[in-house]
């Protein structure tokens, strides 16, 4: 089970035309973002990366709006573990060891990096209704792949009440608003 202290969000790569792209693009957006607004209910932190973002453009501007006060972390590689310095340096001085990922593509830079992180021994749970790719066959193709890695497939809903633990007070409040939208 994942808590608030334990826990990070992470969104790969939702930037420039590529996320209007993907299957079920409209739905995945929408999806971030109320992850993303429930993380800042919950107090968990959030990190998201750009694929190089010169080529593909920046994250798009619904989630762009709400991670104000973070930077993206620009990548070239398919990972984002790949980058020592940057990404994994800053994961790891979180000391959070459950990472919720969402993103895009499945099939590509949301697995590689699912993969890796397993690998780094962090506990990988997928968030499969914020996850896409350009065809619904390779999501679905990721979404196994990254299973089949270790990683725990979860609702975004699933995520939020599992991070929120009970049925009271005003964050449940804030979060069943959240997930009726």
């Known amino acids: 089970m994942i808590n608030t202290e334990d826990t990070v969000l992470l969104i790969i790569d939702v930037q ?14 929408k999806t971030i973002v109320r992850l993303v607004r429930a993380c800042r209910i919950l107090g968990v932190p959030v990190m ?4 190089y973002p010169k080529g593909l453009g920046p994250t798009v501007e619904p989630i762009r709006k709400l ?4 930077k993206p972390m620009e990548k070239t590689a398919f990972s984002c573990c790949a980058d020592e310095e940057g ?3 800053t994961l790891r001085s979180m000391k959070r060891n459950d990472v919720l990922v969402c993103g895009i593509e499945t099939h590509i830079c949301v697995y590689q990096t699912s993969v890796e992180l397993i690998d780094y021994g962090y506990n990988v749970h997928l968030i499969t209704d914020a996850v896409s790719s350009r065809t619904k066959e390779n999501r679905d193709a990721g979404i196994h792949a990254i299973e089949k890695a270790g990683a725990f497939l979860k609702s975004s809903e699933m995520a939020m009440f599992e991070l929120l633990k009970v049925a009271k007070g005003d964050a449940f409040k804030a979060i ?6």
């Open 67 to 70: 991670l104000s006060e973070e």
């Open 87 to 89: 990404f994994m340096h």
């Open 176 to 181: 069943s608003a959240i997930v009726k939208e």
């Open 16 to 29: 420039g035309k590529l996320a209007s792209l993907v299957f079920d693009s409209e739905a995945v957006e």
């Open 48 to 51: 998201y990366t750009e694929q």
